[in-house]
């Protein structure tokens, strides 16, 4: 592992150490929590308060010579309790780790006074997100390469090694809300320090204070361009400070057309994007403009809308991950329950999880207002995505609903011929052996009545001709409890169950 190391005055250090910013606790400790889990003191000594809260009584242990602390220990403090912490003059450095202890939890203080110079120790961002520790605080620079917050100050920092989530950025005087005041814009290189937390699967550094800023050597008008099917020319307004600039893109169905310089300093770079017979696709353009001593790089997003492909969910499984946009149909297997539409389909093909289904108006949440219940027919548009390598569905848009209703064998024969499907359950009867399209009559014994299924299908939009394959792949025999969906339909005013497909069996009782 190697380290950079950059030398400061302890002028820089003690802001760095003892501004009026709140340092993130640390997580997962409910017991005792503190406002600040780092303390700096200069050369000349002094006096530094944090808010502690606990639960139950607390006492504070390993604490060094150098040090003071009042009080050290007290009762339960739901509301928070002040602790003073005090060191004398020195000439030396000193740095020590005290402990609160509290129902059995201890939450560590990093306490340093510094009487001269001192080395910061920085990482890169794989370090931090491979080996760090939640709680410790880091030093890393890099390039921002968006910004997701202006408010909080949410971006998100590349060194080149990886990505690091910044959440929370304070101002120049320590305050947060105020991440406009610092001008920090996409491209520019950025030192900060912060404490590591870890949410959810995200590593993030958290309330980080901005150490140095070295403005970007360019800037774009615009960081996304989205262009028609058809597409055609574009083009991206760029200013530059460099000697130079130098473009790659990483989609063969882009190339460069020109380079104008404008009025303004400006260059526009023309951009020709060719025509999309495929589903929607997204390329990256990188711009870079260097001096002999630095170097920045932009990044724009080419986003192209593109022809539907129609696919069985078995194509949509094998499909990569992208933003290619997917027409899939199937039986609703499973409903999770949840508001988002977390549901499984299945056709002949096979079965696939979707994360989301958005609404008409292409909201979340909405699932439970849609009136699609497990057991129906849905045709999902939807981008392949993936979740700790499982294939899924993503935040779906729902092309076409038929509603399956749920009857009986008497029902059924009961309703009208027409293109309504129902959900039928019945004792399979006998079965041919040489039968490709699956003709068979259901029973249900407690009513003493029968349906005759007039060929089946796999599952949705199966193919014809496989009822022996189904048999030989399911195990269907006679006596079994099958599951089908079908329309009533009439042959010569006899009722059958037409255009049926498999859903499910219970083998028989062979006790």
Not at 49 to 66: G, K, V
Not at 200 to 212: A, M, P
Not at 329 to 335: A, C, E, F, L, Q
Request: overall charge negative; some cysteine.
């Amino acid at each position: 592992m190697k380290f950079k190391y950059l030398l400061l005055s302890f002028f820089a250090f003690a802001a760095l150490l003892t501004g009026c910013k709140e340092v993130i606790e640390i997580p997962n400790l409910k017991e005792v929590k503190v406002d600040m889990s780092y303390i700096g003191f200069a050369k000349e000594g002094g006096s530094k308060t944090i808010t502690l809260t606990a639960t139950e009584s607390w006492n504070i242990t390993n604490i060094p010579t150098w040090l003071t602390v009042s009080p050290s220990s007290g009762g339960d403090a739901p509301d928070g309790t002040k602790v003073t912490f005090s060191a004398g003059a020195t000439d030396s450095d000193y740095s020590s780790e005290v402990y609160i202890n509290c129902a059995g939890k201890v939450q560590v203080l990093t306490v340093k006074q510094i009487a001269g110079p001192v080395e910061i120790k920085m990482s890169t961002c794989k370090e931090v997100i491979e080996n760090g520790v939640d709680g410790k605080i880091y030093w890393v620079e890099g390039q921002v390469t968006s910004i997701a917050n202006t408010v909080y100050g949410n971006w998100y920092l590349n060194d080149g090694t990886g990505t690091l989530y910044i959440y929370g950025t304070l101002d120049a005087k320590g305050n947060t809300q105020n991440f406009l005041s610092l001008g920090l814009a996409v491209g520019d290189r950025v030192m900060v320090h912060g404490p590591r937390l870890t949410y959810g699967t995200t590593i993030e550094l958290v309330d980080v204070t901005v150490d140095k800023i070295t403005p970007s050597l360019i800037k774009a008008a615009v960081d996304k361009v989205e262009i028609p099917k058809e597409g055609g020319t574009f083009e991206v307004a760029v200013l530059y400070k460099g000697n130079g600039l130098e473009i790659e893109y990483d989609a063969d169905w882009l190339s460069v057309k020109s380079m104008i310089k404008g009025a303004d300093d400006s260059t526009r770079v023309a951009f020709v994007a060719q025509p999309n017979l495929g589903g929607d696709r997204t390329a990256g353009i990188s711009m870079t403009s260097a001096t002999s001593s630095n170097s920045s790089t932009i990044q724009v997003t080419v986003a192209q809308v593109g022809a539907i492909i129609d696919a069985t969910i078995a194509d949509f499984l094998a499909a990569a991950v992208d933003a290619t946009q997917y027409r899939i149909s199937g039986i609703i297997t499973r409903d999770t329950g949840n508001d988002y539409g977390n549901i499984y389909i299945k056709d002949a093909t096979g079965e696939v999880y979707i994360y989301g289904v958005l609404d008409a108006e292409g909201r979340t949440k909405q699932w439970k207002n849609m009136g699609i219940k497990e057991g129906d027919i849905v045709t999902l548009i939807t981008p392949r995505g993936a979740y700790a390598g499982n294939p899924q569905g993503v935040n779906a848009k729902v092309a076409e609903h038929i509603p399956v209703i749920n009857a009986t064998i008497p029902d059924f024969l009961a309703a009208e011929v027409g293109t309504t499907y129902y959900r039928l359950e019945g004792i399979v009867g006998p079965l041919s052996g040489t039968d490709v399209y699956g003709n068979f009559d259901i029973y249900d014994e407690t009513a003493n009545a029968k349906a005759y299924v007039y060929g089946l299908l796999p599952g949705w939009r199966g193919a014809s001709k496989q009822f022996q394959v189904l048999l030989a792949e399911t195990g269907l025999k006679e006596g079994d409890l099958i599951t089908i969906v079908g329309r009533r339909a009439a042959y010569n005013n006899s009722p059958q169950v037409g255009n049926a497909f498999y859903v499910s069996h219970q083998p028989a009782d062979t006790e």
